[in-house]
């Protein structure tokens, strides 16, 4: 593609690689005339801006020169001191002169541009070039075998490599090695190159080629192999590029072939030492791969022939050429379109003349109507290769379940460049949390093992915080006995220590009492001693007195708190009188339990009510309780109601959140088990909305009693601070040991998965698969959930481990059996660790050669028996292999007059295989070749001709002859493959194809019959294994090389009868993409 272009006759010169923005240097060039016929010369430099569209390149500055020029070199000598910014243009004359530029002057537009110029050589100076190691060295050459070494820090004194060549001659180019910064190359037009060494400034070697018809107009070193370098020849007769290798200097290493007339430039790429530039008479401009001598990319040129090509220092997929029709054009190897730099191009020659006639005639022009262009029909073809500046040198990238692919380019040996060297792809397995993962396996193995008495015993001993402890302490209590007591004694409430604390309560209010009494009752005999005698007051002793009966009332309370018991009376007083005892007797007579107890209330005789609410019955006393306990307000009274009442839930709801402790301890006594969990909720609600952290972190301890998992996880996810590895890892322990308990309690019935528990566990299981831990991650996602995320990673997971894949065969591969087919064990289910050595999306193991040890050439030819032709018949005398089922053939008595689909003919013929039950695709009708009658048996009938058939076949009782099952080992095999094939038969739709695949199937039966009778060599089997694990990643070239190694490596007889079917079974599947 052209990017830019420069109207000059001129030769040019890229800026060094150090330079930005990135210029180009035109110098007008010698012994070339324009269409002007100007003898003028200047040199111009143009800046490269690839973010404009257009063509045209922005000339940044030009200083008019009284040279032309053969050579011109931009070297980068200056620039890193900035005694020259942008380093010096080393210009070769026509007159043996050459002259150093300071190019930032000629950027800055400054009159005295030139650094200093000698006329050392006596004619033209033709040949330039900067060292690379060195920049202050400069090599040029002229007429008459001259060549200089010029040192630019002292440019008047010049020195020679060594003495003349002789005969003596022009030399046109010279090149500095690349490596080796003392070895300098030339060439002549005679098409001799000279190796100089400076050191000891002395001709050490002459490349020529014994044809005597090389005129050498390029010579380029190559840029990574000192001992390399290439020749171009001008010669229309020898239109050839030479590459040469010193250490075998007899004759060319390769030799580039495709100019059809004489070379007349060179340029080897210096960012990728695979790509050679060259531009010839026949107006081509070729793009090579010198080690393979491969045309990799042909740029678009004009009908002109181009004299000078360069590759850009800075852009390495930028390069110039200069052509003969006096114009420099910039390309890029990269390929694109500049199909609007043409439409640009257009409309800014419409706008330069407006709406005005050019002409004078007064009338106005039309806007400019481009004419529709066809489409190029000329496609430039694309470089065959990417080059080495794309290309990682190295590379790293994660993938699914912790795997680290790292790749690196490892550079080919110097002795060996033209051979490709292997590619290592290294997979490896990447842990970054070990504490996370230590913990996961430590939970892992309890859950395993069952042992969650042991494990929150040991979390409780660990544990950092007084908190910690006690949420584990109440999580240990799930798995042991009288959970409810425990929780009690967690709580503070211990029954032995209580019920000693009440004793001595009592006895202290014993010992008090007494005392009291012993008081009363010596002050009561003292006055009784001052009283008169008594017969003074006879005729009053049967009117009661108030103050008698209130002493004798405080007598009998007294005697009832100290457990008196009053003498009995011996008279019962029924006498119904109107005042409220009349009136409770007279209830009481008529039975009238509720009036009387209603009196009782309202006389505030509380305790006679009571007694007289529990003979009424359990209704009247429930009424009678809540009269009692709406009357009576006390600091306990709503406990006792709500003993009594047993309405827990209002106490829950309306007590106060500092004694949190005793209303739970209060659940734990009195709930009932259908209520229990509900009621912890609520208490756990409510602290969680309390304002005082303190008391929102006990509502886990109440969701832990409840056996609420999803609470508890929103409680966690709201209080957390951080969501790293081993804080999830908390989370986890504490739901998965509760869901545990919840289980055990529940009787074995799994509790459901609410979203944030499903969301948590998704995160905790993405978490273990990128640590590598793919069988615990999965066994950690919840299979009662609806959420996408978690369906997705249980996919990735499954296909990872394999599972997916085995899954797909048993659906894929199920079919309704008939009654006759004896049902064997289905080997789908199994899983294979062989599998889960093949990283997903990476057929190869660690590390990964892409020249795999079975890269062998594919020179086996299979049988030339066709794939629906019968297998041959071997008619030796030894004993012939039965299927499973086998019917003997009966002979032919009569026309076959069976009709098609007759549900009374026998559904499967003789050599039809028989698999496991889950596995029989030859019973799917349509996948059975077109046009068979099912009705027909379909074995090798080999009767004589005319031998009755019908009838007779019915009456022929049916042999079956068992085999020997597949080792189960090598049942994996068996699965792989009938998958394989009916993979394909899905997604085939020609009929031949399955036609292929149908024979297919059945003459994989000769590779089972093998592994039955276990005959196979143990590198047959180990190939087999190595290409089933190849299908399983879906790396079928991998198989096919497999393949040719086992059929090239092991012998004929023992394969030819299932290897070419495996074969084209792996074809069909590379070309379906199953």
């Given at each position: 593609?052209?990017?830019?272009?420069?109207?000059?006759?001129?030769?040019?010169?890229?800026?060094?690689?150090?330079?930005?923005?990135?210029?180009?240097?035109?110098?007008?060039?010698?012994?070339?005339?324009?269409?002007?016929?100007?003898?003028?010369?200047?040199?111009?430099?143009?800046?490269?801006?690839?973010?404009?569209?257009?063509?045209?390149?922005?000339?940044?500055?030009?200083?008019?020169?009284?040279?032309?020029?053969?050579?011109?070199?931009?070297?980068?000598?200056?620039?890193?001191?900035?005694?020259?910014?942008?380093?010096?243009?080393?210009?070769?004359?026509?007159?043996?002169?050459?002259?150093?530029?300071?190019?930032?002057?000629?950027?800055?537009?400054?009159?005295?541009?030139?650094?200093?110029?000698?006329?050392?050589?006596?004619?033209?100076?033709?040949?330039?070039?900067?060292?690379?190691?060195?920049?202050?060295?400069?090599?040029?050459?002229?007429?008459?075998?001259?060549?200089?070494?010029?040192?630019?820090?002292?440019?008047?004194?010049?020195?020679?490599?060594?003495?003349?060549?002789?005969?003596?001659?022009?030399?046109?180019?010279?090149?500095?090695?690349?490596?080796?910064?003392?070895?300098?190359?030339?060439?002549?037009?005679?098409?001799?190159?000279?190796?100089?060494?400076?050191?000891?400034?002395?001709?050490?070697?002459?490349?020529?080629?014994?044809?005597?018809?090389?005129?050498?107009?390029?010579?380029?070193?190559?840029?990574?192999?000192?001992?390399?370098?290439?020749?171009?020849?001008?010669?229309?007769?020898?239109?050839?590029?030479?590459?040469?290798?010193?250490?075998?200097?007899?004759?060319?290493?390769?030799?580039?072939?495709?100019?059809?007339?004489?070379?007349?430039?060179?340029?080897?790429?210096?960012?990728?030492?695979?790509?050679?530039?060259?531009?010839?008479?026949?107006?081509?401009?070729?793009?090579?791969?010198?080690?393979?001598?491969?045309?990799?990319?042909?740029?678009?040129?004009?009908?002109?022939?181009?004299?000078?090509?360069?590759?850009?220092?800075?852009?390495?997929?930028?390069?110039?050429?200069?052509?003969?029709?006096?114009?420099?054009s910039i390309y890029s190897i990269m390929g694109g379109s500049n199909d609007n730099a043409s439409t640009l191009q257009a409309e800014q020659l419409s706008s330069s003349f407006g709406n005005m006639d050019p002409f004078g005639t007064g009338k106005t022009l039309p806007p400019l109507q481009l004419p529709p262009t066809a489409p190029s029909q000329s496609t430039v073809t694309p470089l065959k290769k990417p080059p080495k500046w794309i290309c990682r040198p190295v590379g790293a990238s994660f993938a699914f379940g912790g795997k680290l692919v790292t790749l690196d380019n490892i550079k080919p040996a110097a002795q060996q460049p033209q051979q490709t060297a292997a590619h290592v792809v290294h997979i490896s397995q990447v842990v970054t949390e070990t504490d996370f993962l230590d913990r996961s396996n430590r939970l892992q193995e309890t859950l395993t093992a069952g042992h969650f008495l042991e494990y929150c015993q040991t979390k409780i001993e660990a544990a950092r915080s007084e908190f910690e402890k006690t949420v584990w302490s109440f999580l240990k209590v799930n798995f042991e006995e009288d959970a409810r007591g425990k929780y009690l004694d967690l709580l503070g409430y211990k029954k032995e220590e209580l019920a000693l604390k009440i004793a001595s309560a009592l006895e202290q209010n014993c010992k008090s009492d007494e005392d009291d009494v012993a008081e009363k009752k010596g002050s009561v005999e003292e006055e009784e001693e001052e009283e008169p005698p008594a017969a003074e007051t006879s005729d009053l002793d049967q009117i009661p007195f108030e103050e008698e009966e209130e002493e004798?009332?405080?007598?009998?309370?007294?005697?009832?708190?100290?457990?008196?018991?009053?003498a009995p009376s011996d008279t019962v007083n029924l006498e119904a009188s109107q005042d409220?005892?009349?009136?409770?007797?007279?209830?009481?007579?008529?039975?009238?339990?509720?009036?009387?107890?209603?009196?009782?209330?309202?006389?505030?005789?509380?305790?006679?009510?009571?007694?007289?609410?529990?003979?009424?019955?359990?209704?009247l006393l429930a009424k009678t309780q809540k009269k009692y306990f709406s009357k009576t307000q006390s600091k306990i009274s709503k406990l006792i109601s709500a003993v009594v009442m047993k309405d827990w839930l209002d106490v829950l709801e309306t007590c106060e959140l500092q004694s949190w402790k005793e209303a739970l301890a209060a659940v734990m006594t009195y709930a009932k088990p259908d209520e229990f969990s509900s009621l912890c909720g609520v208490l756990g609600s409510r602290l969680e909305a309390a304002d005082d952290t303190a008391l929102q972190a006990q509502a886990c301890l109440c969701y832990i009693c409840a056996g609420s998992v999803e609470p508890l996880v929103a409680h966690w996810v709201r209080a957390q601070d951080s969501c790293g590895p081993l804080a999830l890892q908390e989370l986890v322990e504490k739901v998965v040991v509760l869901q545990r308990a919840v289980l055990r309690a529940q009787g074995g019935v799994s509790p459901d998965t609410g979203a944030l528990l499903a969301e948590k566990m998704n995160q905790y299981a993405s978490l273990l698969a990128s640590q590598g831990s793919l069988h615990t991650a999965i066994s950690y996602l919840p299979t009662n959930t609806q959420q996408v995320a978690v369906h997705h990673l249980r996919d990735r997971l499954s296909r990872a481990l394999g599972h997916h894949q085995q899954s797909e065969v048993m659906q894929t591969h199920t079919a309704?059996?008939?009654?006759?087919?004896?049902?064997?064990?289905?080997?789908?289910?199994?899983?294979?660790?062989?599998?889960?050595?093949?990283a997903p999306g990476f057929g190869l193991q660690s590390p990964v050669s892409a020249s795999a040890p079975f890269m062998i050439s594919q020179q086996y030819q299979r049988p030339q028996n066709g794939w629906?032709?019968?297998?041959?018949?071997?008619?030796?005398?030894?004993?012939?292999?039965?299927?499973?089922?086998?019917?003997?053939?009966?002979?032919?008595?009569?026309?076959?007059?069976?009709?098609?689909?007759?549900?009374?003919?026998?559904?499967?013929?003789?050599?039809?295989?028989?698999?496991?039950?889950?596995?029989?695709?030859?019973?799917?009708?349509?996948?059975?070749?077109?046009?068979?009658?099912?009705?027909?048996?379909?074995?090798?009938?080999?009767?004589?001709?005319?031998?009755?058939?019908?009838?007779?076949?019915?009456?022929?009782?049916?042999?079956?002859?068992t085999k020997k099952p597949i080792p189960e080992e090598h049942l994996v095999l068996k699965n792989t493959f009938e998958g394989l094939i009916q993979k394909c038969l899905a997604a085939a739709s020609d009929p031949q194809t399955k036609r292929k695949l149908d024979d297919a199937h059945k003459r994989l039966e000769y590779l089972y019959d093998k592994l039955r009778e276990q005959t196979l060599s143990p590198a047959i089997i180990s190939g087999l294994h190595s290409m089933a694990r190849s299908i399983e990643c879906r790396c079928y070239s991998d198989g096919l090389n497999i393949h040719t190694h086992i059929v090239s490596s092991s012998n004929f007889s023992e394969t030819s009868a299932f290897m070419p079917i495996l074969k084209v079974v792996l074809t069909q599947a590379n070309k379906l993409a199953v």
């Amino acid at each position: 593609m052209k990017l830019k272009e420069i109207n000059r006759t001129a030769i040019q010169a890229w800026s060094p690689a150090p330079q930005h923005p990135i210029y180009l240097a035109a110098g007008t060039s010698a012994q070339q005339l324009d269409a002007s016929f100007s003898t003028s010369a200047s040199l111009e430099i143009f800046e490269l801006d690839l973010a404009d569209p257009t063509l045209a390149m922005k000339s940044c500055g030009s200083f008019s020169s009284p040279h032309r020029y053969h050579k011109l070199v931009w070297g980068p000598h200056g620039i890193e001191d900035q005694s020259l910014p942008s380093g010096v243009l080393i210009a070769g004359g026509e007159n043996g002169n050459i002259i150093l530029y300071d190019a930032s002057r000629i950027i800055a537009g400054d009159g005295e541009v030139i650094i200093s110029q000698s006329e050392k050589h006596t004619g033209a100076v033709r040949a330039l070039d900067v060292n690379s190691s060195q920049t202050n060295l400069v090599a040029s050459g002229g007429n008459e075998s001259e060549i200089y070494i010029w040192d630019l820090n002292n440019f008047s004194s010049p020195m020679t490599p060594g003495p003349k060549t002789q005969p003596l001659e022009d030399i046109s180019c010279v090149a500095w090695n690349k490596q080796v910064q003392h070895i300098l190359a030339s060439a002549s037009p005679s098409g001799k190159a000279s190796v100089w060494d400076l050191r000891k400034n002395d001709l050490i070697i002459k490349v020529s080629d014994h044809s005597n018809r090389m005129h050498c107009s390029g010579l380029a070193w190559n840029p990574e192999v000192a001992t390399q370098l290439v020749l171009a020849s001008e010669d229309d007769r020898m239109p050839v590029i030479q590459m040469w290798d010193l250490r075998f200097a007899t004759s060319p290493l390769k030799v580039l072939e495709s100019h059809t007339r004489g070379v007349l430039a060179i340029a080897w790429s210096e960012a990728d030492p695979e790509l050679l530039l060259s531009c010839g008479k026949d107006n081509r401009i070729l793009c090579w791969n010198p080690n393979t001598a491969e045309v990799l990319y042909e740029l678009p040129t004009s009908t002109q022939w181009c004299f000078d090509i360069q590759w850009c220092p800075r852009n390495p997929a930028v390069l110039s050429a200069a052509a003969f029709d006096g114009r420099i054009s910039i390309y890029s190897i990269m390929g694109g379109s500049n199909d609007n730099a043409s439409t640009l191009q257009a409309e800014q020659l419409s706008s330069s003349f407006g709406n005005m006639d050019p002409f004078g005639t007064g009338k106005t022009l039309p806007p400019l109507q481009l004419p529709p262009t066809a489409p190029s029909q000329s496609t430039v073809t694309p470089l065959k290769k990417p080059p080495k500046w794309i290309c990682r040198p190295v590379g790293a990238s994660f993938a699914f379940g912790g795997k680290l692919v790292t790749l690196d380019n490892i550079k080919p040996a110097a002795q060996q460049p033209q051979q490709t060297a292997a590619h290592v792809v290294h997979i490896s397995q990447v842990v970054t949390e070990t504490d996370f993962l230590d913990r996961s396996n430590r939970l892992q193995e309890t859950l395993t093992a069952g042992h969650f008495l042991e494990y929150c015993q040991t979390k409780i001993e660990a544990a950092r915080s007084e908190f910690e402890k006690t949420v584990w302490s109440f999580l240990k209590v799930n798995f042991e006995e009288d959970a409810r007591g425990k929780y009690l004694d967690l709580l503070g409430y211990k029954k032995e220590e209580l019920a000693l604390k009440i004793a001595s309560a009592l006895e202290q209010n014993c010992k008090s009492d007494e005392d009291d009494v012993a008081e009363k009752k010596g002050s009561v005999e003292e006055e009784e001693e001052e009283e008169p005698p008594a017969a003074e007051t006879s005729d009053l002793d049967q009117i009661p007195f108030e103050e008698e009966e209130e002493e004798e009332e405080a007598a009998a309370e007294e005697t009832s708190i100290t457990d008196i018991t009053p003498a009995p009376s011996d008279t019962v007083n029924l006498e119904a009188s109107q005042d409220a005892d009349g009136l409770i007797t007279q209830a009481l007579l008529t039975g009238d339990y509720e009036a009387a107890v209603n009196l009782c209330l309202h006389q505030n005789r509380m305790a006679d009510g009571i007694i007289l609410a529990i003979a009424g019955g359990p209704e009247l006393l429930a009424k009678t309780q809540k009269k009692y306990f709406s009357k009576t307000q006390s600091k306990i009274s709503k406990l006792i109601s709500a003993v009594v009442m047993k309405d827990w839930l209002d106490v829950l709801e309306t007590c106060e959140l500092q004694s949190w402790k005793e209303a739970l301890a209060a659940v734990m006594t009195y709930a009932k088990p259908d209520e229990f969990s509900s009621l912890c909720g609520v208490l756990g609600s409510r602290l969680e909305a309390a304002d005082d952290t303190a008391l929102q972190a006990q509502a886990c301890l109440c969701y832990i009693c409840a056996g609420s998992v999803e609470p508890l996880v929103a409680h966690w996810v709201r209080a957390q601070d951080s969501c790293g590895p081993l804080a999830l890892q908390e989370l986890v322990e504490k739901v998965v040991v509760l869901q545990r308990a919840v289980l055990r309690a529940q009787g074995g019935v799994s509790p459901d998965t609410g979203a944030l528990l499903a969301e948590k566990m998704n995160q905790y299981a993405s978490l273990l698969a990128s640590q590598g831990s793919l069988h615990t991650a999965i066994s950690y996602l919840p299979t009662n959930t609806q959420q996408v995320a978690v369906h997705h990673l249980r996919d990735r997971l499954s296909r990872a481990l394999g599972h997916h894949q085995q899954s797909e065969v048993m659906q894929t591969h199920t079919a309704p059996a008939p009654p006759q087919v004896p049902v064997q064990p289905a080997a789908h289910t199994q899983y294979h660790p062989q599998v889960e050595s093949c990283a997903p999306g990476f057929g190869l193991q660690s590390p990964v050669s892409a020249s795999a040890p079975f890269m062998i050439s594919q020179q086996y030819q299979r049988p030339q028996n066709g794939w629906n032709d019968p297998p041959a018949i071997n008619r030796a005398p030894k004993k012939k292999k039965m299927p499973e089922t086998f019917t003997p053939p009966a002979p032919i008595t009569a026309p076959i007059m069976t009709p098609l689909g007759d549900p009374q003919a026998p559904q499967q013929g003789p050599d039809h295989p028989v698999g496991p039950a889950t596995f029989s695709p030859i019973q799917q009708q349509p996948l059975g070749p077109p046009g068979r009658n099912p009705s027909m048996p379909q074995g090798n009938m080999e009767g004589a001709p005319g031998a009755p058939i019908g009838d007779v076949i019915k009456s022929i009782p049916t042999e079956k002859i068992t085999k020997k099952p597949i080792p189960e080992e090598h049942l994996v095999l068996k699965n792989t493959f009938e998958g394989l094939i009916q993979k394909c038969l899905a997604a085939a739709s020609d009929p031949q194809t399955k036609r292929k695949l149908d024979d297919a199937h059945k003459r994989l039966e000769y590779l089972y019959d093998k592994l039955r009778e276990q005959t196979l060599s143990p590198a047959i089997i180990s190939g087999l294994h190595s290409m089933a694990r190849s299908i399983e990643c879906r790396c079928y070239s991998d198989g096919l090389n497999i393949h040719t190694h086992i059929v090239s490596s092991s012998n004929f007889s023992e394969t030819s009868a299932f290897m070419p079917i495996l074969k084209v079974v792996l074809t069909q599947a590379n070309k379906l993409a199953v």
